[in-house]
């Protein structure tokens, strides 16, 4: 689930590029599950995947032995694993980057709509880093990388008739009904014209996306401890648990709607304290400045 932010971003991007804002909401929530950022050393990046067998096809020589020897690259695909923590992934990226910047870049998805940098050409930047640039410049840049994908896949007409077969194949590639990728598409855009199903905005175990994200943030931020990671596992749950005995809620470890907005109501009570405080801190900080001199 995205928030209405990037909601807003995404929709602001397809106006642009001529396609249906409700269908781009639904491929990109399909693509990333509702997660656009992840956290790296507290800053927001863009989710990344790294294909060890695009890295390997880009080197040579010592280069790629090195790569091979130290587990970055491998001639058959699927025989580099991705971390499952992202910033265990931008590590990975980090190590290969070492040994060839752009082959690294290249060899790697980006942001919400998982486009791969090699087709950084194809798509009209100068450079990989100008796709990648454009993949961490927040989401709006991520849904404009996926936009110029589509637009250049000669997608359009398929997203914006509705056609999400001959979208799937396009954006998903030949295998995508193995998985029900089209499937998948056309539930995805049935709840962006209907809105959510009732229970659909309830997190619990399982839950992936911005809005698990935002709610983690959120009790990080009243003392629990938690990991901001958009995925509403165990240690998620127990944080809310927590926080609903505490609050006088049933404590079900499920975020539905009276625990949401519990958690809106305590943090700008916390917020609200925290700034009176500062004002006080500061108001004592002057009348003795006043006084000293």
Do not use: C
Request: hydrophobic share 40%.
């Amino acid at each position: 689930m995205f928030s209405k932010h990037t909601a807003d971003e995404i929709e602001k991007t397809a106006r642009e590029f001529g396609l249906e804002p409700k269908a781009l909401l639904a491929i990109a929530e399909v693509e990333s599950a509702g997660q656009v950022f992840a956290k790296i050393e507290g800053r927001n990046e863009p989710l990344i995947r790294f294909e060890g067998h695009y890295f390997d096809r880009r080197l040579s020589g010592a280069r790629q032995e090195g790569a091979r020897a130290a587990g970055l690259a491998s001639p058959t695909a699927g025989m580099v694993a991705n971390p499952r923590s992202q910033a265990a992934r931008w590590q990975l990226i980090e190590q290969a980057a070492e040994i060839d910047r752009q082959a690294a870049y290249e060899s790697t998805s980006w942001g919400l709509g998982q486009v791969m940098g090699a087709h950084w050409q194809w798509l009209g930047f100068d450079a990989v880093d100008g796709l990648v640039e454009e993949a961490r410049s927040g989401a709006g840049g991520q849904a404009r990388l996926m936009a110029r994908y589509i637009d250049k896949s000669g997608l359009t007409a398929a997203l914006n008739a509705h056609d999400w077969e001959a979208v799937g194949h396009g954006y998903n590639g030949p295998g995508f009904a193995k998985n029900g990728y089209h499937l998948k598409l056309a539930d995805a855009y049935r709840q962006q014209i209907e809105g959510p199903a009732p229970g659909d905005r309830l997190m619990k175990i399982g839950s992936r996306g911005e809005l698990v994200t935002e709610l983690q943030e959120a009790l990080v931020a009243l003392g629990y401890v938690v990991d901001t990671d958009g995925i509403y596992g165990p240690g998620t749950a127990s944080a809310v648990s927590r926080f609903q005995e505490q609050h006088g809620l049933a404590a079900d470890g499920i975020a539905g709607q009276a625990t949401q907005a519990t958690v809106d109501k305590a943090l700008r009570a916390a917020k609200d304290g925290s700034s009176f405080w500062d004002w006080l801190a500061r108001l004592v900080g002057w009348i003795w400045k006043s006084r000293r001199a």
